[in-house]
């Protein structure tokens, strides 16, 4: 179980339409793709994001981290060894967190093939099925509420609406959205770091006394501001997630601490994959706090990890895995069923993925 090799590629995916959000905009996918191979003929896949603005991983950081220092280290080492082969991932670059998930999804992968049994079953679960929402990018409200009725069109009865481009328009954004929808899916929000800790209070409890309903928001103020989320947490009547603020399992215990959230929301390219995420739900059982797996924009490689560990977990509570189905085209054989909001995990061996098309090598 010697891993022998390790490639690396990328894929382009077109969205449906541009995703937009307060930290940026972005028409498609363009991720790295990793190959882990082993000295029998199996292959573990992986894939990481360039989502500078949230993790600073930048394409040719994510390459640079997975040649200079992760393939260096792995190469040689035996998969069955794995928590030798997860700590030295973790040990051999700091930070670099999207090229460390795609390297420890592609791990798991190789591990579950070994013993011939699906990831969420290596991690104990037992639910199959998961139900994701899907994402309404930022623009005027006109925009939004034409795009949440044609979420609704599409059997989603959750939506996860963007705001906090021009803030001033964001009571009215989700005025239009809950107009045109009625009752017919839940919304949470997600300001991606754009509001002022005071400014975030005012617009979310007009929200509340609008009775916009809102389920939760996300990320409200900006990422280090640990204390800006706590004020919002305490004097806001919609429940707050932190997500920009949690990346480590120790940001997440130091949130969970402080009561700097109701709720924390995990993603592998944040954390740095399925080995550390493990950590932050563990934290969370022990804190009480329910837990979102959500994605950045990702393909289905590295989201369709996400769902193992959705599926493991009964602390995740949340599900914001929509990655690929706002994607106009699927590249990758096997691994989970996205029908829509209905997403099946695979139940074959490791990550269940078989193939995919169209990677343009590197080597
Ligand atoms: C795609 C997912 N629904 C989502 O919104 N993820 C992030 C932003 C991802 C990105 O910019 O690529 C989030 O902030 O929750
Ligand atoms: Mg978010």
Known sequence: MKITEIRLG?????????????????????????????????????????????????????????????????????????????????????????????????????????????????????????????????????????????????????LKIKVGVSPELDVARLMAVRKAIGDKACIRIDANTAWTPKQAVKLLNQMQEKGLDIEFVEQPVKAHDFEGLKYVTERSYVPVMADESVFSPEDAVKIMQMGAADLVNIKLMKCGGLYNALKIASAAEVYGVECMVGCMLEAKVSVNAAVHLACAKQVITKIDLDGPVLCSEDPVQGGAVFNEKEITVSSEPGLGIQGIEGIRYLD
């Open 10 to 158: 990328m894929i382009s995916v077109p969205l449906r339409v541009p995703f937009k959000t307060a930290l940026r905009s972005v028409s498609s996918v363009e991720d790295v793709i990793v190959e882990i191979h082993i000295d029998t003929s199996a292959v573990g896949y992986g894939e990481a994001p360039p989502t500078g603005a949230i993790t600073g991983d930048t394409t040719g950081g994510i390459i640079g981290a997975l040649q200079d220092h992760i393939i260096k280290t792995l190469v040689g080492r035996d998969v069955d060894d794995f928590e030798d082969v997860m700590r030295a991932l973790n040990k051999c670059i700091v930070k670099n967190t999207s090229a460390k998930a795609a390297a420890d999804m592609a791990l798991w992968d190789l591990y579950g093939q070994l013993y011939h049994v699906p990831v969420y079953k290596l991690l104990g679960g037992s639910r199959n099925k998961i139900v994701t929402d899907i994402t309404i990018s930022v623009n005027d409200p006109e925009e939004m509420a034409r795009d949440a009725i044609n979420a609704i069109e599409r059997g989603y009865d959750c």
